[in-house]
């Protein structure tokens, strides 16, 4: 009989699940032919075989409670029993402080996590620590996703891939996202993204959050938005913060946050060819034009780090002015908004919250190193994640189709950190 765990059930002919070092970090061992010893490489499948509804084992659960800083808390919105079995209902954490591994390699701390990564990676345990210390790299593990296998995105590290999956109104159940899920990690996806906009969006990012070894991720304003019937100008600060909490209790490891998109770089896109592409960014602007009031992502921005740090919930700075077109690559709102990205940046790397910001959009080649150029100067930054597509689209109407920001790096400064994702 077949072993999932052992042969992947025949997906990769010639090819076995292995466990190395203290930790047993799980690595994909190739067989070679002409007596040539076997070749290791990086393997994001996870436990396989798993039922889905019992879940996947805590992996990080002990390491986390011997850290000693957090405690349990009740979730502000509960599960559905008659969506969710008991089988899959976890404990919920809260940091009794800041409980970010930003902040525990800030402190000269090397957690196991990092340990974890710098054998999945082939460096040392310091090494991981002082690139997420220095803002180089970041480790995206909720507190309350014990089930994560740790990883890290950054510079110097493997290219780490994502994959998108999320229910709609018109189709997909719970049980076909997490087949979209394990699917997508048995493949190779280093994280996924749940961008569910359908219903039973809570007990749906329940069910994948459970089954998944990698990070997850999601666009808050996404679920604000259905709560309050898809109405742009009746999102409040309240109703985004009650979803934040919400997202971080169940486990969510990243966060999309659109909060560079300022009232006054709205009207530079009118110019545009393809306008705003990002829906993100099109949900925030909506609401800064209907009220005529700043983005209260921005001036709330200091509220959301207070959050973020108590569950190590990452921010990805959503890129919701990229340009959609290379006909409006490097314009006045893109590099607006990436000025403010880099502002925020540092505010939240002062609460000690990781960071990585989306970008650069529909750039062609030759002004790929102007952007990135910009993007070193004026933010010192860390992380860029590849929000884009194919460079050649001149005005595509879709924004996900595939991103390459690994295949353009010679014309990245060398002292650039960027993830693709």
């Known amino acids: 009989m077949s072993d999932w765990n052992k042969d992947y059930n025949g997906h990769f002919p010639g090819s076995t699940k ?5 930790h047993q970090v799980p690595m994909r061992e190739v067989a070679l032919t002409d007596g ?47 969506l969710t079995p008991s089988s899959l209902h976890r404990k919920t954490l809260c940091g009794t402080g800041n409980v970010t591994q930003l902040h525990y390699a800030r402190k000269g701390i090397i957690t196991p996590e990092m340990e974890f990564i710098a054998t999945r990676e082939g460096v040392s345990a310091e090494f991981v620590r002082k690139e997420v210390a220095e803002g180089r790299a970041i480790i995206p593990a909720n507190i309350n996703h014990p089930e994560s296998e740790p990883m890290i995105i950054g510079r110097n590290f493997h290219v780490k ?3 998108n999956i999320g229910n709609s109104a018109v189709v997909s159940s719970i049980k076909e996202e997490v087949d979209k899920l394990s699917w997508a990690t048995l493949w190779g996806a280093d994280t996924v993204m749940d961008l569910s906009t359908g219903k039973d969006i809570h007990d749906t990012r329940e069910w994948i959050i459970r089954n998944s070894a990698v990070p997850i991720g ?30 971080a209790e ?16 709205i009207p530079h896109t009118a110019k545009r060819l393809t306008g705003i592409v990002s829906r993100g960014g099109s949900i925030i602007a909506k609401w800064c034009l209907a009220h005529h009031k700043e983005n209260f992502l921005y001036t709330h921005f200091a509220d959301i780090c207070e959050i973020l740090k108590k569950y190590d919930v990452a921010f990805s700075l959503g890129d919701g002015l990229r340009p959609g077109s290379i006909a409006d690559a490097n ?49 010192y930054l860390g992380n860029l994640k590849g929000a884009s597509d194919y460079n050649a689209l001149k005005a595509a109407g879709v924004t996900h189709v595939l991103q390459v920001a690994a295949g353009i790096k010679p014309f990245f400064p060398k002292d650039f950190k960027y993830k693709v994702i």
Do not use: C
């Open 36 to 82: 040539n010893q076997p070749l290791r490489v990086y393997d994001t499948s996870g436990p396989l075989g798993i039922d889905p509804e019992q879940g996947l084992p805590a992996k990080r659960a002990q390491w986390i409670a011997e850290r000693g800083d957090v405690e349990e808390t009740e979730r502000i919105i509960p599960l559905s029993h008659a």
């Open 161 to 163: 891939i994502n994959a």
């Open 218 to 247: 999601t666009v808050p304003i996404y679920q604000a938005l259905e709560k309050v019937k898809g109405k742009p100008e009746d999102l409040t600060w309240e109703v985004f913060k009650e979803t934040l909490i919400e997202q």
């Open 250 to 265: 169940q486990g969510v490891d990243y966060f999309t946050i659109h909060a560079g998109v300022l009232l006054e770089y």
């Open 331 to 379: 314009d006045e709102a893109q590099f607006g908004e990436l000025k403010t990205l880099g502002e925020l940046t540092k505010i939240a790397w002062e609460h000690d919250v990781q960071v990585m910001i989306e970008g650069p959009g529909h750039v062609p080649m030759h002004l790929i190193k102007e952007n990135m150029d910009k993007i070193v100067d004026r933010l």
């Open 18 to 22: 292995v466990y190395v070092g203290e």
